[in-house]
């Protein structure tokens, strides 16, 4: 399948959107799903919850569409591991730092061993987005990065009429 922006389906993505304050300031962070073979959005969204299609944050401003043919089994093996990582994800508690939404799709890409490997992370993915992810749209690429621009020029030019005087 291929990439619908429109009805807001991305078959086999790795999703990402910004989270408020928190990629103001490092653009890198946000927040992530993963999409079953149909391009249904899954996302640990909080505490024993799993969401289907309404991310928390907003829809995706983000999207890394992932290679399904290096994958052993296919769309079958692909909806096993979203749906595994996201009951397992039902029962866990949400720790910002080190059980997360990034936790949950790196369980998911672990378990289909995708590109030969299970050690998927929060690191890893949040790099891998970062450098493979594409926009949406323009507007979505100002989503991400003009909060980040305007906090950098008022820490600037504070930072330099300080230093003035």
Same mark, same amino acid.
Request: proline residues 4%; negative net charge.
């Given at each position: ?57 907003? *829809? ?5 569409? !992932?290679? =399904?043919?290096?994958?052993?089994? %296919? ?5 096993? @591991? ?35 490997? *299970? ?5 890893? !993915?949040? =790099?891998?987005?970062?450098?493979? %992810? ?5 507007? @979505? ?25």
């Amino acid at each position: 399948m291929n990439i619908d922006e429109e009805n807001r389906r991305y078959p086999y993505c790795v999703v990402w959107t910004p989270i408020p304050f928190i990629s103001w300031i490092f653009p890198i962070i946000g927040h992530m799903g993963i999409a079953t073979s149909t391009g249904i959005i899954r996302d640990f969204s909080g505490s024993f919850y799993v969401a289907e299609d309404d991310m928390a944050f907003g *829809q995706p401003t983000k999207y890394w569409q !992932l290679n =399904i043919e290096t994958i052993s089994g %296919g769309a079958k093996a692909w909806d096993r @591991a979203v749906n595994e990582a996201s009951i397992e994800y039902f029962n866990r508690m949400h720790n910002l730092l080190c059980d997360n939404c990034h936790s949950h799709v790196g369980m998911a890409l672990s378990l289909v061993n995708y590109s030969n490997s *299970q050690n998927w992370n929060m690191v890893k !993915l949040a =790099i891998y987005i970062f450098l493979f %992810g594409k926009y949406v749209s323009i507007n @979505a690429w100002l989503k991400t990065w003009c909060p980040f621009f305007i906090f950098l020029i008022i820490f600037l030019s504070i930072y330099f009429c300080t230093s003035l005087f």
